[in-house]
């Protein structure tokens, strides 16, 4: 049953927090609208929660830690919890796509495809629950030494509003594996499939206060969960200006944290490549949720034999693009928010403003509401590699295209930004393939592909100004837990 959108007040769906297994209020009893960006409408709120909500939300998942049944289940049985909520959200994928693209305007069908690698992390982490062990390590004459991965304890989540659903599962997936609790702050934007993600955890039989969510906004309940003494470990993936302050802020208590913060990510593409294979990969890698996707592939180096050939072929794929309405599922849907659209907008006339040449737009939808936050998609061409449109994440649908000479030319313009999270090599050439894969500084590399979304077993995180940490894969599990060692002296 969907209890979190039943309780409608005045047309407008109240849905509540959950802290130790109940659905409440913020103690104020504040709230904020919650507005669908296709339309620019609210038709729901959440509560807008601040210290005392936050307080309670960590002293719920310190007990649940400390002395609930959750501290006594063994690793199977956590696993057990896990897949459990998988098949749960396999059940409720329809009304889970549903609100997910209604909260942030993505086309149905990225709803449905986050639903599904949400499913997979839930799978994934219960199936490896039992599977994460220690080593015991040879010492000296009559001892034994060995290694335990204990949790960290209370780990707080703050979540963006991108993909709300895959990036919660990623932490709550490897965090609850562990054995840790949690504290999930989602995003303002988009707070509804947290909660309803919660509420399924009970369902599926994680003891109360294990699994908690807090909803408000940054500034507060955000900045408040990071510095909380309760929290033992902090995750976060957003902006790299809200990494700094949540990493000072976790500092004065000296927790670990793991940061994703974005990237300017390029897309390198070869004269002996096959372009027409390179092409619709290249444009969904920077239109896929409107191109407010961290790994998304911002920028496309080409060798120069074959640039205006690529540029053409993008340009006429880029003015064929169509935004429009989540629901009527084209290929880009509204950007989240009239402040998101204000800084994609504003960084566009910068671009152009500082030379950079407009090859392509896309439209939007005549039928779109002209309340909707709708941004039609531009290419631009020959870039200069030190504007800000090639050095800054713009989060939108926005691609630099560049020119490069040769194979160290690709390599430099690549590594030419702070960034460093994912890159696109596409090459026949097998020994430039390995090369440049080892050359480029991101913390995943595809060779032939670029794999934007999805890909829950692979380990994801960036370098430099993009991060630092692991997640996804087995190497979240080491993020989320810390090493034991233990040494027995029988002489
Ligand atoms: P943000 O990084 O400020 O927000 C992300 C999360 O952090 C939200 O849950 C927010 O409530 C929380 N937050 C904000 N300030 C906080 C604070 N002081 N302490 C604790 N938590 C806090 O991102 P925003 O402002 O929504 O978007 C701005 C830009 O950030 C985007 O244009 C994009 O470039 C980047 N971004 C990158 C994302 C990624 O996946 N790497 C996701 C979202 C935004
Ligand atoms: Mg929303």
Redesign the pocket.
Known sequence: MNTHLSTAEGGVAAAMQLIGGASVEARAGRRIEVVCPSDGLPFASIPRSGDEDVDAAVRAARQAFDTGPWSRMTAAERGRCLTRLGLLVERHADELAALESRDTGKPARQGRADVAATMRYYEFYGGAADKIHGDTIPFLDGYTALTLREPHGVVAG??????PLQ?LSRVAGAALAMGNTLVV?????ASLTAIRIAELALEAGFPPGVFNVITG???E???A??AHPGVDYVT????P???T??QQ?AAVNNRGVTM????KSPQIVFADADIEAALPVLVNAITQNGG???SAGSRVLVERPVYEKVAAALAARFSKLVAGPHDADLDLGPLISAK?KE?VAGMVAAAEEAGAAVLARGSIHPDAPASGYYFAPVLFGSVDPGMAVAQQ???GPVLALFPFDDEADAVRLANGTEFGLVAGVWTKDGARQHRVAKKVRAGQVFVNGYGAGGGIELPFGGFRKSGHGREKGFEALYDMSATKTVVFNHG
């Open positions: 703050i979540i963006p509003w991108n993909y990036i702050k989602p995003a303002e934007d906004y940054g500034r309940a955000g900045a969960l990071s976060f993936t957003g902006s200006l809200t990494g302050a949540i802020a994703e913060l974005g990237g407010q996707t961290c998101q800084r994440e713009v989060f």
